[in-house]
């Protein structure tokens, strides 16, 4: 059971290029989202989606567009990449938010030069 | 603001030993806490959690608790062993939050050293 893989797992990138980052979950969930990690700054919310053909943002959402145009799967598009974007990024995705409980990818390190 | 707080960046505590993680959030609106445990290179995975209709939830090694009145909750590992080293992220969520309402501390990095 692969559970949720992120694609690529490294990247980096040259300031305003575009990239998409894929998120793909085999547990059927409903929720999906997207967060980014950066050192002293915790995981914060950039978009997030409750359902198939569904999207929505979270705290930091400028500069990034997401799509979920499958159940099983949640892309993260960087149309200009800048450096404030360089981070770590993680999908992750739950059945619900009942509990709270969600389940992360690997992540992805892209750097943007 | 920073609803959510882990005051210590790390801790470094000898394996055998206790190790205790501190939270404190602001918003009391929150109403169930959760741990999270990362290693490098990997996600963050679930550990525990805690709903503030208890101020204690025990499993294995793990014991979290919860002292509503001082916005404040911890966690225990007893004893730390080795593999324990990783980032831990505390987190909290309130009644209706919605999909994006989950609240994530920075971390403390705990060491567990031979």
């Known amino acids: 059971n692969a559970g949720v893989t992120q694609t690529p797992k490294f990247r980096v990138l040259k300031t305003g290029q575009s990239m998409t980052l894929l998120c793909a979950q085999d547990m059927n969930h409903e929720y999906m989202y997207w967060y980014r990690q950066d050192p002293g700054m915790g995981l914060r919310l950039i978009h997030y989606?409750?359902?198939?053909?569904?999207?929505a943002k979270g705290e930091v959402p400028d500069g990034y567009n997401v799509s979920r145009l499958k159940k099983q799967n949640f892309l993260l598009g960087l149309e200009s990449a800048a450096p404030s974007q360089t981070s770590v990024y993680f999908c992750?995705?739950?059945?619900?938010?009942?509990?709270?409980?969600?389940?992360f990818g690997e992540g992805s390190r892209l750097t943007v030069l | 603001d920073q609803q959510v707080k882990q005051n210590s960046p790390s801790l470094s505590v000898q394996e055998g030993r206790i190790s205790i993680l501190n939270c404190d959030y602001t918003?009391?609106?929150?109403?169930?806490f959760l741990w999270y445990k990362k290693y490098p290179a990997e996600g963050p995975t679930f550990l525990i959690s805690i709903s503030s209709i208890k101020d204690k939830n025990e499993d294995g090694r793990f014991t979290v608790f919860l002292n509503k009145s001082a916005k404040h909750l911890s966690l225990h590992i007893v004893p730390s062993q080795p593999g324990d080293s990783a980032v831990y992220f505390c987190?909290?969520?309130?009644?209706?939050?919605?999909?994006?309402?989950?609240?994530f501390g920075k971390g403390t990095h705990l060491i567990i050293q031979p």
């Open positions: 989606s409750v359902g198939e053909g569904t999207t």
């Open positions: 918003n009391s609106m929150f109403d169930y």
């Open positions: 992750a995705s739950s059945y619900g938010l009942i509990t709270g409980e969600l389940f």
């Open positions: 987190a909290a969520m309130w009644p209706g939050g919605g999909a994006d309402g989950l609240t």
